[in-house]
Protein backbone atom coordinates (compact mmCIF):
# COMPACT_ATOMS: atom_id res chain seq x y z
CA UNK A 1 0.00 0.00 0.00
CA UNK A 2 1.32 3.29 -1.03
CA UNK A 3 1.52 6.28 1.46
CA UNK A 4 1.64 9.82 1.07
CA UNK A 5 3.05 12.72 2.75
CA UNK A 6 2.91 16.79 1.70
CA UNK A 7 5.77 18.60 2.78
CA UNK A 8 6.55 22.51 2.43
CA UNK A 9 9.93 24.02 2.76
CA UNK A 10 8.70 27.52 5.00
CA UNK A 11 11.92 29.07 3.49
CA UNK A 12 12.87 30.83 -0.03
CA UNK A 13 17.07 29.87 -0.05
CA UNK A 14 17.45 27.65 -2.95
CA UNK A 15 19.96 26.45 -1.97
CA UNK A 16 18.19 24.97 1.57
CA UNK A 17 15.59 24.39 -0.45
CA UNK A 18 17.59 22.03 -2.89
CA UNK A 19 19.57 20.33 0.19
CA UNK A 20 16.00 19.20 1.20
CA UNK A 21 14.97 17.87 -1.59
CA UNK A 22 18.13 15.48 -1.95
CA UNK A 23 17.48 14.79 2.01
CA UNK A 24 13.98 13.83 0.66
CA UNK A 25 15.01 11.47 -2.25
CA UNK A 26 17.43 9.71 0.23
CA UNK A 27 14.80 9.17 2.41
CA UNK A 28 11.82 8.15 0.83
CA UNK A 29 10.29 5.03 1.78
CA UNK A 30 9.95 1.97 -0.77
CA UNK A 31 6.26 2.59 -0.85
CA UNK A 32 6.07 5.95 -0.48
CA UNK A 33 5.41 9.48 -2.81
CA UNK A 34 6.16 12.73 -1.28
CA UNK A 35 5.25 15.89 -2.76
CA UNK A 36 7.33 18.86 -1.62
CA UNK A 37 6.12 22.60 -2.65
CA UNK A 38 8.60 25.14 -2.15
CA UNK A 39 9.39 28.91 -3.48
CA UNK A 40 12.70 30.36 -4.30
CA UNK A 41 13.53 34.30 -3.91
CA UNK A 42 14.87 35.72 -6.78
CA UNK A 43 17.47 32.90 -8.18
CA UNK A 44 18.50 31.23 -11.33
CA UNK A 45 18.35 27.25 -11.23
CA UNK A 46 20.54 25.81 -13.67
CA UNK A 47 20.43 22.26 -15.55
CA UNK A 48 23.19 19.48 -13.83
CA UNK A 49 25.37 19.83 -16.89
CA UNK A 50 24.70 23.44 -17.83
CA UNK A 51 27.69 26.12 -18.09
CA UNK A 52 26.73 28.88 -15.24
CA UNK A 53 28.63 31.65 -17.40
CA UNK A 54 26.73 30.84 -20.89
CA UNK A 55 23.06 30.31 -18.94
CA UNK A 56 23.13 33.41 -16.92
CA UNK A 57 24.00 37.05 -16.43
CA UNK A 58 25.90 35.68 -13.57
CA UNK A 59 27.96 39.18 -12.91
CA UNK A 60 24.45 41.10 -13.53
CA UNK A 61 22.94 38.53 -11.09
CA UNK A 62 25.66 38.67 -7.94
CA UNK A 63 25.20 42.61 -8.20
CA UNK A 64 21.94 43.00 -7.95
CA UNK A 65 22.05 40.73 -4.90
CA UNK A 66 20.25 37.36 -6.14
CA UNK A 67 21.42 33.67 -6.33
CA UNK A 68 22.79 31.11 -8.75
CA UNK A 69 21.58 27.24 -7.89
CA UNK A 70 22.63 23.96 -9.56
CA UNK A 71 20.16 21.06 -9.51
CA UNK A 72 20.95 17.26 -9.50
CA UNK A 73 18.81 16.99 -12.59
CA UNK A 74 18.79 17.62 -16.43
CA UNK A 75 17.38 20.36 -18.58
CA UNK A 76 17.77 23.94 -19.04
CA UNK A 77 17.97 27.19 -16.35
CA UNK A 78 14.90 28.61 -15.36
CA UNK A 79 13.89 31.65 -13.43
CA UNK A 80 12.67 31.96 -9.72
CA UNK A 81 11.11 34.40 -7.52
CA UNK A 82 8.18 34.56 -5.32
CA UNK A 83 5.50 34.61 -7.79
CA UNK A 84 6.40 30.67 -9.18
CA UNK A 85 5.97 27.61 -6.96
CA UNK A 86 7.92 25.13 -7.55
CA UNK A 87 6.98 21.01 -6.80
CA UNK A 88 8.59 17.80 -6.57
CA UNK A 89 7.60 14.41 -6.59
CA UNK A 90 9.33 12.35 -4.95
CA UNK A 91 9.51 7.97 -4.63
CA UNK A 92 10.80 5.14 -5.15
CA UNK A 93 11.25 4.27 -8.81
CA UNK A 94 8.42 1.38 -9.21
CA UNK A 95 6.00 4.19 -8.22
CA UNK A 96 7.15 6.62 -10.55
CA UNK A 97 4.58 7.25 -13.03
CA UNK A 98 4.82 10.54 -15.23
CA UNK A 99 1.21 10.87 -16.55
CA UNK A 100 0.18 10.17 -12.82
CA UNK A 101 2.38 13.29 -11.53
CA UNK A 102 1.71 15.22 -14.19
CA UNK A 103 -1.74 14.71 -14.01
CA UNK A 104 -1.69 16.16 -10.14
CA UNK A 105 -0.69 19.52 -11.79
CA UNK A 106 -2.96 19.32 -14.60
CA UNK A 107 -5.66 18.71 -12.67
CA UNK A 108 -4.47 21.69 -9.66
CA UNK A 109 -4.57 24.20 -12.72
CA UNK A 110 -7.90 22.88 -14.26
CA UNK A 111 -9.33 23.71 -10.71
CA UNK A 112 -8.02 27.26 -11.23
CA UNK A 113 -10.24 27.45 -14.01
CA UNK A 114 -7.69 26.85 -16.80
CA UNK A 115 -7.20 24.27 -19.17
CA UNK A 116 -4.05 22.89 -19.30
CA UNK A 117 -1.90 20.27 -21.33
CA UNK A 118 1.61 18.67 -21.81
CA UNK A 119 3.89 19.92 -24.68
CA UNK A 120 7.13 18.71 -26.13
CA UNK A 121 9.79 17.28 -24.02
CA UNK A 122 9.04 19.21 -20.78
CA UNK A 123 6.51 21.73 -20.86
CA UNK A 124 2.95 22.27 -19.37
CA UNK A 125 1.38 24.81 -21.85
CA UNK A 126 -1.66 27.42 -21.89
CA UNK A 127 -2.92 28.14 -25.28
CA UNK A 128 0.22 27.58 -26.86
CA UNK A 129 2.69 29.26 -24.05
CA UNK A 130 4.44 27.72 -21.26
CA UNK A 131 3.71 27.94 -17.52
CA UNK A 132 5.76 24.93 -16.04
CA UNK A 133 9.30 23.41 -17.18
CA UNK A 134 9.63 20.03 -15.30
CA UNK A 135 12.95 17.93 -15.28
CA UNK A 136 13.52 14.29 -13.71
CA UNK A 137 16.11 12.59 -11.89
CA UNK A 138 16.80 8.90 -11.63
CA UNK A 139 19.06 7.39 -9.43
CA UNK A 140 19.25 3.41 -8.88
CA UNK A 141 16.32 2.85 -6.51
CA UNK A 142 14.96 6.37 -6.31
CA UNK A 143 13.46 9.01 -8.44
CA UNK A 144 11.88 12.64 -8.21
CA UNK A 145 10.06 15.04 -10.91
CA UNK A 146 10.02 18.39 -10.33
CA UNK A 147 9.08 21.33 -11.83
CA UNK A 148 7.87 25.39 -11.65
CA UNK A 149 4.12 26.80 -12.04
CA UNK A 150 4.97 30.70 -13.28
CA UNK A 151 1.84 32.49 -10.98
CA UNK A 152 3.18 35.85 -11.00
CA UNK A 153 6.58 35.58 -12.06
CA UNK A 154 8.23 39.42 -12.79
CA UNK A 155 8.99 38.46 -16.78
CA UNK A 156 11.98 41.12 -16.90
CA UNK A 157 13.82 39.82 -14.39
CA UNK A 158 13.69 36.65 -15.86
CA UNK A 159 14.70 38.27 -19.57
CA UNK A 160 17.68 39.93 -17.01
CA UNK A 161 19.02 37.26 -15.86
CA UNK A 162 18.17 34.20 -18.25
CA UNK A 163 20.77 34.20 -21.52
CA UNK A 164 18.63 32.12 -23.83
CA UNK A 165 20.81 31.17 -27.52
CA UNK A 166 19.46 32.08 -30.26
CA UNK A 167 19.09 28.68 -31.79
CA UNK A 168 17.07 27.21 -28.79
CA UNK A 169 14.62 30.49 -29.70
CA UNK A 170 14.50 29.96 -33.37
CA UNK A 171 13.54 26.05 -32.27
CA UNK A 172 10.66 27.54 -30.63
CA UNK A 173 9.96 29.78 -33.03
CA UNK A 174 10.02 32.70 -30.69
CA UNK A 175 12.47 35.49 -30.55
CA UNK A 176 12.83 36.31 -26.76
CA UNK A 177 11.94 34.41 -23.54
CA UNK A 178 8.86 36.44 -22.39
CA UNK A 179 6.93 35.47 -25.57
CA UNK A 180 6.90 31.86 -25.05
CA UNK A 181 5.91 31.98 -21.60
CA UNK A 182 3.01 32.97 -19.37
CA UNK A 183 1.55 33.90 -15.45
CA UNK A 184 -1.53 31.87 -14.38
CA UNK A 185 -2.74 34.96 -12.99
CA UNK A 186 -3.07 36.28 -16.05
CA UNK A 187 -5.69 33.91 -17.16
CA UNK A 188 -6.95 33.91 -13.67
CA UNK A 189 -6.44 37.26 -11.87
CA UNK A 190 -7.51 35.89 -8.75
CA UNK A 191 -5.09 33.18 -8.59
CA UNK A 192 -2.38 33.71 -5.93
CA UNK A 193 0.20 31.17 -4.69
CA UNK A 194 -1.40 29.76 -1.68
CA UNK A 195 -4.52 29.06 -4.00
CA UNK A 196 -1.84 27.48 -6.29
CA UNK A 197 -0.59 25.10 -3.68
CA UNK A 198 -3.92 24.44 -2.18
CA UNK A 199 -4.85 22.92 -5.50
CA UNK A 200 -1.84 20.84 -5.89
CA UNK A 201 -2.28 19.72 -2.32
CA UNK A 202 -5.67 19.02 -3.09
CA UNK A 203 -5.32 17.25 -6.53
CA UNK A 204 -2.21 15.04 -4.69
CA UNK A 205 -4.31 13.60 -2.21
CA UNK A 206 -7.46 12.97 -4.81
CA UNK A 207 -4.71 11.06 -7.30
CA UNK A 208 -2.72 9.46 -4.62
CA UNK A 209 -4.33 9.45 -1.38
CA UNK A 210 -3.77 10.30 2.13
CA UNK A 211 -4.90 13.44 4.49
CA UNK A 212 -3.39 16.23 2.98
CA UNK A 213 -2.03 17.77 6.28
CA UNK A 214 1.25 19.59 5.16
CA UNK A 215 4.47 19.07 6.86
CA UNK A 216 7.24 22.21 7.43
CA UNK A 217 10.31 21.42 7.69
CA UNK A 218 13.03 23.86 9.03
CA UNK A 219 16.56 23.12 8.54
CA UNK A 220 17.62 22.88 12.19
CA UNK A 221 15.03 19.92 12.35
CA UNK A 222 17.23 18.09 9.77
CA UNK A 223 20.66 19.16 9.96
CA UNK A 224 21.18 19.69 6.41
CA UNK A 225 24.63 21.67 6.93
CA UNK A 226 26.52 19.26 4.64
CA UNK A 227 24.43 19.15 2.00
CA UNK A 228 23.78 22.87 1.99
CA UNK A 229 28.07 23.43 1.89
CA UNK A 230 27.87 21.94 -1.60
CA UNK A 231 24.93 23.57 -2.81
CA UNK A 232 25.92 26.81 -1.93
CA UNK A 233 29.26 26.00 -2.97
CA UNK A 234 31.31 27.73 -5.83
CA UNK A 235 32.94 24.73 -7.00
CA UNK A 236 28.76 23.10 -7.86
CA UNK A 237 27.31 26.37 -8.77
CA UNK A 238 30.33 27.34 -11.48
CA UNK A 239 32.42 24.15 -11.71
CA UNK A 240 35.57 24.28 -14.06
CA UNK A 241 35.91 25.89 -17.17
CA UNK A 242 38.85 25.07 -18.87
CA UNK A 243 40.49 26.36 -21.91
CA UNK A 244 39.91 23.49 -24.45
CA UNK A 245 41.65 22.73 -27.64
CA UNK A 246 38.93 21.26 -29.04
CA UNK A 247 35.10 22.90 -28.98
CA UNK A 248 32.23 21.56 -31.02
CA UNK A 249 28.42 22.73 -30.43
CA UNK A 250 24.98 21.71 -32.06
CA UNK A 251 21.28 21.23 -31.09
CA UNK A 252 19.45 18.04 -31.10
CA UNK A 253 15.68 17.57 -30.90
CA UNK A 254 16.65 15.93 -27.48
CA UNK A 255 18.94 19.31 -26.47
CA UNK A 256 21.76 21.66 -26.68
CA UNK A 257 25.42 20.25 -26.73
CA UNK A 258 28.67 21.82 -26.34
CA UNK A 259 31.50 19.54 -26.52
CA UNK A 260 35.27 20.91 -24.81
CA UNK A 261 37.97 18.04 -25.57
CA UNK A 262 41.40 18.62 -24.13
CA UNK A 263 44.22 17.11 -26.20
CA UNK A 264 47.75 15.86 -25.66
CA UNK A 265 49.52 14.20 -28.03
CA UNK A 266 46.68 13.22 -30.01
CA UNK A 267 44.84 11.66 -27.28
CA UNK A 268 41.96 13.23 -25.13
CA UNK A 269 43.17 13.58 -21.68
CA UNK A 270 39.64 15.58 -20.42
CA UNK A 271 36.17 15.81 -21.97
CA UNK A 272 33.46 17.92 -20.87
CA UNK A 273 29.76 18.51 -22.30
CA UNK A 274 27.65 21.30 -21.56
CA UNK A 275 24.14 20.37 -22.03
CA UNK A 276 20.10 21.23 -20.90
CA UNK A 277 19.48 17.38 -21.74
CA UNK A 278 17.16 15.81 -20.07
CA UNK A 279 19.32 13.01 -19.05
CA UNK A 280 22.26 14.14 -16.79
CA UNK A 281 24.07 10.85 -16.01
CA UNK A 282 23.93 9.94 -19.81
CA UNK A 283 25.66 13.56 -20.50
CA UNK A 284 28.47 12.64 -18.23
CA UNK A 285 28.92 8.91 -18.97
CA UNK A 286 29.64 9.88 -22.60
CA UNK A 287 32.39 12.91 -21.53
CA UNK A 288 33.94 10.01 -19.30
CA UNK A 289 33.48 7.66 -22.24
CA UNK A 290 36.01 9.86 -24.24
CA UNK A 291 38.24 10.72 -21.61
CA UNK A 292 41.90 8.61 -22.63
CA UNK A 293 40.40 7.65 -25.84
CA UNK A 294 42.99 8.66 -29.24
CA UNK A 295 41.63 11.59 -31.15
CA UNK A 296 40.73 8.93 -34.24
CA UNK A 297 36.67 8.26 -35.40
CA UNK A 298 37.58 4.22 -34.95
CA UNK A 299 38.33 4.99 -31.25
CA UNK A 300 35.90 7.21 -30.19
CA UNK A 301 33.42 5.00 -31.77
CA UNK A 302 34.33 2.68 -29.84
CA UNK A 303 34.66 4.24 -26.48
CA UNK A 304 31.38 5.54 -27.34
CA UNK A 305 29.61 2.24 -28.37
CA UNK A 306 30.89 0.20 -25.52
CA UNK A 307 28.39 2.53 -22.78
CA UNK A 308 25.99 0.56 -20.89
CA UNK A 309 22.44 2.79 -21.98
CA UNK A 310 19.05 1.94 -21.84
CA UNK A 311 16.91 1.16 -25.14
CA UNK A 312 15.38 5.11 -24.62
CA UNK A 313 19.33 6.68 -24.59
CA UNK A 314 20.53 4.18 -27.59
CA UNK A 315 18.93 6.89 -29.93
CA UNK A 316 20.44 9.85 -28.05
CA UNK A 317 23.93 8.43 -28.03
CA UNK A 318 23.97 7.53 -31.51
CA UNK A 319 23.40 10.79 -32.88
CA UNK A 320 25.99 12.31 -30.68
CA UNK A 321 28.37 9.45 -32.13
CA UNK A 322 27.56 10.13 -35.29
CA UNK A 323 27.84 14.00 -35.42
CA UNK A 324 30.98 13.68 -32.91
CA UNK A 325 32.70 11.84 -35.57
CA UNK A 326 31.87 13.61 -38.66
CA UNK A 327 33.22 16.77 -36.80
CA UNK A 328 36.45 14.98 -36.05
CA UNK A 329 36.52 13.49 -39.84
CA UNK A 330 36.08 17.36 -40.36
CA UNK A 331 39.58 18.16 -38.84
Not at 213 to 220: A, H, M, R, V
Amino acid sequence: MTTTRIVRSPGFDPWYNLALEEHLLRQVGNDEVILYLWQNQGTVVIGRNQNAWKQCRCKKLDEDGKKLARRLSGGGAVFHDLGNLNFTFIMNRKNYNLNRQLEVILQAVRHQGIEAEFSGRNDLVVEGRKFSGNAFYFEETNAYHHGTILVDVNFEDMSRYLQVSQEKMRSKAVDSVQARVVNLRRLNPELTIEKMAASVAAAFVDIYGGSGKIESITPEKLGLDELYRRYSSWEWRYGETPKFDLVFSTRFDWGEIQLGLSLRKAHIVQAKIYSDAMNPQLIEAMAAGLTDSPLKPYSIARCLEALPVTEDEQQILTQFKEWLLEKINSL
